[in-house]
């Protein structure tokens, strides 16, 4: 997973998964057992895990937090995910 903005990052902190996505505050995510998250970089997040529904699942959270907006493509996205962009306003 990518997360692209101004400030997003990732970092985990012992069972937890710190994302600063713009808001007043970072949020935590628990990492359930069964599941391994890396950060390679404070923007790429990489979710492991046996059981393929328990990863998607947890993957969909994740993204769930910050979805991509069309406008600028900023947000929580998967790595092969494509977004849609707007046109903006027109003078």
Known sequence: MEI????FRAAV?????ELSLGY???????IPDGIKITCERPTA???????KRLVGQ???EIRSFRLPEPYK????????EQIRRKEGKKK
């Open 58 to 60: 947890v993957a969909s």
């Open 13 to 17: 902190q012992g069972k937890n998964l």
């Open 73 to 80: 493509g900023k947000g929580v996205r998967y790595t092969n």
């Open 24 to 30: 007043s505050h970072p949020v935590v995510f628990p």
């Open 45 to 51: 997040i990489k979710v492991e895990g046996v059981d």
């Open 4 to 7: 692209s903005g101004t400030g």
